[in-house]
């Protein structure tokens, strides 16, 4: 599947090339024939296509390191009772336009992020496509892009790690943390229309190929700290219809996504040989931008399949996730946001009752409910420093690997958070 996977990636890299090439000599014919008929004279400018490439070339990067503390339960390292320095992001990006209708864009991350990434962290490519642009007119605009893309999810799920583009350090609970690299980005391909009209701004994304492993994903699913397999992504798709209005001030958006992944088992005698999981969610958001004041609200509803499971063979439960946002500008760079967070893994068992009896594991595993407050202070446009406090009811939000035992994770909890970004 990964093999499978990588010649995706590579034969969309190698058609896009291939198209930038003939487009290229396309362009040296035209401009040739051009000269010889003395064409100039009619006003056609050739300007466009003389720059020097260099000045298509935009580099930017960003670096963000959090300190949390935490009573009851550990995020990003140990920070139970303590003080974890357990997430560092540092990204480098580029972007290369090479005609008017192609460009490039790359994207490194080194990420750690408590005993997800382990204590040194990992590198990965956390985007990588080619854009390639059909249609581009004053109102319309239609292009396919190929590669490793970004998910459109939500309102915050594109840029969830660059921590500029969001309101607080954790992101809310439609945004899973332990769900993160699955739901972050796709190698495949990508569909992509946008509309300008009287009445607002359309956009729509269709990504359709392979989701990412996820070894925390796993863990949730089994309720069992000792898989030894892994999730095998299988084709997926998700897409995304957005609306806004007035710049911005109001935007509407509904995602949607069909997620497919089959367990690969560790041995002869693994329990969950042969299962299967099929995510399929839906998101509903909303949000207000005014001068000063900002309200955001989502709402995930998602339906779960999982066949050939060991002790809940073909479950289907529903979870469902929401939060209502506030925020205020007290100064121009000053900025304080509340929250409340509810999620819960399966709505006909709300309580985790039944959780509890199928698992033996403590029943606030399968829930959680959320206050957050916070205050974000932007002290030049390249450096934020931000800091929040979080209520927690119930530990559905947990990682599994920061908490090895699960039949001593709290109830009722609570984190401090500070945060220093910088951008360029």
């Known amino acids: 599947m990964k093999l499978c ?7 969309c890299l190698s058609l896009f090339s291939y198209i930038a090439g003939a487009a290229e000599h396309i362009l040296d014919a035209v401009q040739s024939d051009a000269t010889s008929a003395d064409i100039s004279q009619q006003g056609f400018d050739w300007t466009p296509y003389q720059k020097a490439w260099h000045d298509d070339v935009q580099l930017h990067g960003f670096l963000s390191q959090g300190l949390f503390n935490s009573s009851g339960n550990n995020v990003f390292g140990n920070s139970k009772n303590s003080v974890s320095a357990g997430l560092t992001e540092v990204g480098l990006n580029i972007s290369y336009q090479a005609l008017n209708n192609l460009s490039f864009a790359l994207q490194g991350l080194y990420r750690r992020a408590g005993e997800s990434t382990g204590s040194a962290g990992e590198v990965s490519l956390d985007f990588g496509f080619v854009d390639l642009t059909l249609i581009d007119l004053s109102a319309i605009r239609i292009g396919v892009r190929g590669g490793r893309i970004k998910n459109s ?6 840029t969830r790690d660059v921590s500029f583009t969001h309101p607080t350090i954790f992101l809310p609970l439609i945004y899973f943390e332990r769900s993160r690299s699955m739901m972050l980005a796709m190698d495949g391909g990508q569909v992509y229309a946008d509309y300008n009209s009287a009445i607002g701004d359309f956009s729509f994304k269709f990504n359709y190929g392979f989701m990412n492993d996820n070894k925390e994903l796993l863990l949730s699913i089994t309720a069992n700290p000792n898989v030894g397999g892994h999730l095998d992504p299988e084709k997926s798709f ?48 909303a949000q207000y931008n005014g001068e000063s004041f900002n309200l955001t609200g989502e709402y995930s509803y998602q339906w779960n399949e999982f066949s050939n499971f060991s002790n809940r063979a073909d479950a289907r439960p529903i979870s469902e996730h929401w939060y209502i946002q506030a925020g205020y500008r007290l100064l121009d760079n000053v900025e304080f946001t509340v929250r409340y967070d509810a999620s819960v893994q399966d709505i006909s068992d709300r309580k985790g009752e039944l959780f509890q009896q199928l698992t033996g594991l403590p029943s606030h595993l399968a829930y959680t409910k959320d206050w957050v407050v916070g205050l974000r202070w932007d002290i030049t446009p390249a450096w934020m420093v931000r800091t929040e406090y979080h209520w927690i009811h119930g530990a559905s939000m947990v990682s599994a690997l920061d908490n090895p035992d699960a039949m001593n994770i709290a109830k009722d909890w609570n984190i401090y958070a500070l945060q220093v970004s910088f951008r360029f």
Request: charged letters at 15%.
């Open 5 to 11: 996977r990588l010649k995706i990636i590579l034969y």
């Open 153 to 158: 999810w939500g309102l915050y799920n594109e």
């Open 238 to 285: 998700m897409t995304q219809l957005r609306y806004d209005i007035d710049g911005g001030k109001y935007i509407f958006a509904l995602s949607y996504a069909d997620i497919n992944m089959g367990y690969v088992a560790y041995g002869a005698f693994d329990p969950y040989a042969g299962m299967q999981t099929h995510i399929y969610p839906i998101v509903v958001s």
